[in-house]
């Protein structure tokens, strides 16, 4: 993996934390909470893994994200979600405040908390412009 999209090469996250992502990520959560309040945990799933992508730059939105996951997860039953995310809320905040994060990332448990990964197309201009992982 080149520099630009290693862990190392992700400590850009600082400079990204704009008004207008952090208000997209307020609308992606508040969607996911509204899903959650229909028990429809896979809407839930969809606008909290774009949320965390948004998140990622700020410890607070990021650890609540990974909060949300592990609620959506208790109630799916889905015990793999529950201890990956045990595990992401444990580091996820700190991983922020020191910008040690892998751009694009969905924050689930089915894939790597290091693996740096493709923004969807809609997020790439709130994300910093990458679009490659």
């Known amino acids: ?11 850009r996250h600082a400079g990204r934390r704009t008004p207008e992502r952090l208000a997209a990520y307020r ?6 909470r509204d899903a959650i309040g229909r028990r429809d945990a896979a809407a839930a799933m969809h606008h909290l893994e774009r949320a965390h992508i948004l998140g990622q730059p700020w410890p607070g939105p990021h650890s609540r994200t990974h909060w949300m996951m592990l609620r959506v997860g208790l109630a ?5 979600e529950v201890a990956g995310q045990l595990l992401r809320l444990a580091g996820g905040g700190l991983l922020s405040i020191v910008g040690w994060l892998p751009d694009g990332n969905t924050g689930r448990a089915r894939v790597s908390s290091i693996r740096p990964m493709p923004p969807p197309a809609d997020l790439v201009e709130l994300c910093g412009g990458d679009r490659a992982a």
């Not at 993996?1 to 400590?11: C, I």
């Not at 799916?76 to 793999?80: F, S």
């Open 76 to 80: 799916a039953g889905d015990g793999r």
């Open 1 to 11: 993996m080149d520099d630009k999209h290693s862990l190392t090469g992700s400590r």
């Open 27 to 32: 609308v992606e959560a508040a969607l996911a």
